[in-house]
């Protein structure tokens, strides 16, 4: 069944598809290899967060060339590994036991794995997909350090960040993707602008805006950096 009901969005994909098959792309069509799952196109004008889940089956990928590195994501699609725990929508993998909510990864889809040719086409393709420039030139950041006690504490306690998302394996949230890995997979000022404003990245974006300024933003980005470096 196509992901994509609403006739704008399905207007955007196929102007999409046309342009990328002129293009050349790399000799991949994202449309129809990745287009029944993920949104290659903006929401329409006045969608919701639920309305998004709802319509789709995997993250969106269409500011994927600002979001992720390139060189993670050839990898990534080589040897698929999960980085939502419970899955994009986390309601449909997520059974209620006395325990409290468990994950039944039994009804996880496992994510298709690519000769290495293909995935850097992929990966090259995806990282076209540029439509927020401005927001990643918006931003200054230099990557620090952070104690790993008070980071952890600042990303745990004080601003509550392990709510949804996991700092470790196995300790934190289900309901975002996990953070142990996200400086290797992200690019540093997508995580910055991303904190600070993530509808302005996707109007339909589950995560609230934290009110954070500068420093605090910064302070988490340096966290996932030194977490990742453990």
């Known amino acids: 069944m196509p992901v994509f009901t609403d006739p704008t969005r399905l207007l955007a994909l196929t102007a999409f598809a046309l342009l990328s098959a002129l293009a050349g792309a790399d000799d991949v069509d994202l449309a129809a290899s990745c287009g029944e799952c993920h949104a290659l196109a903006a929401p329409a004008p006045g969608a919701t967060a639920a ?16 979001k992720f590195r390139q060189e993670w994501l050839e990898v990534w699609l080589q040897h698929p590994q999960r980085i939502r725990p419970a899955g994009h929508v986390p309601a ?18 496992e994510h298709p794995a690519f000769p290495a040719g293909k995935a850097g086409q992929f990966a090259a393709a995806l990282s076209r997909l540029r439509p927020h420039d401005a927001l990643v030139e918006a931003e200054d950041y230099t990557p620090g350090s952070v104690a790993m006690r008070m980071g952890t504490m600042d990303f745990r306690r004080f601003k509550g960040c392990i709510g949804c998302h996991r700092d470790r394996e196995e300790t934190g949230g289900i309901s975002g993707p996990e953070l142990a890995g996200a400086w290797q997979r992200l690019q540093p000022e997508y995580l910055v602008s991303y904190i600070r404003d993530p509808r302005a990245w996707d109007p339909a974006a589950a995560m609230p805006p934290p009110g954070l300024n500068d420093r605090a933003i910064h302070n988490l980005v340096n966290y996932l950096r030194v977490i990742a470096e453990e």
Not at 51 to 66: F, K, M
Not at 94 to 106: A, F
């Open 51 to 66: 309305d998004a889940r709802l319509s789709e089956q995997a993250p969106p990928l269409w500011y994927a060339g600002n």
């Open 92 to 109: 449909r993998h997520t059974v209620s036991t006395d325990d409290g909510d468990q994950i039944d990864v039994e009804s996880l889809p």
